[in-house]
């Protein structure tokens, strides 16, 4: 695998838990989809192929230059259809950036949740109001909710 965050490289697509440390990554490399079995240490993927800083696989990394389709946390969160935005791995709520009630844009920094010794952004997935966000300093677990958009339509 060419990973490294070389352009071309690696591109975690979903990282899941399987048991306690080891985890199912799946990733884009030279357009083919592969799932693998790999350990975190620290903010280190550990694959058969090798080592990877784990930043240097996020899409934004990868691709630079390049817009990506999705979210810049989508390995990261998750969003339901009832506007809820779940972690996909354990995480640290760092700072929440709204309150409930509050009226946020698309792609409006929501919260700062910290996972593998990263501290990461959330994004308002659409224009809508806070109904839910987790308190700063608190715990949410794989499938928790960090925070839920009642979103609007926009016309």
Do not use: F
Request: include cysteine; charge should be positive; hydrophobic fraction near 35%.
């Amino acid at each position: 695998m060419g990973g490294h965050g070389r352009p071309g490289g690696a591109r975690l697509l979903e990282l899941r838990e399987t048991a306690p440390g080891l985890y199912e990554a799946r990733l884009e490399v030279g357009g083919r989809i592969v799932t693998i079995q790999a350990r975190l240490v620290g903010d280190v993927l550990e694959t058969p192929y090798g080592s990877y800083h784990l930043a240097s696989l996020r899409p934004g990394a990868v691709h630079r230059g390049q817009r990506t389709r999705g979210r810049r946390e989508d390995w990261l969160v998750s969003v339901d259809e009832s506007g809820a935005i779940r972690a996909r791995l354990p995480v640290k709520v760092v700072e929440a950036r709204a309150r409930v009630g509050d009226r946020v844009t698309e792609g409006q920094v929501i919260a700062l949740l910290e996972t593998m010794k990263m501290v990461n952004e959330v994004h308002a997935p659409c224009h809508g109001v806070v109904e839910e966000i987790a308190e700063a300093g608190r715990g949410v677990d794989r499938g928790g909710v960090v925070a839920r958009i009642k979103c609007e339509e926009r016309g």
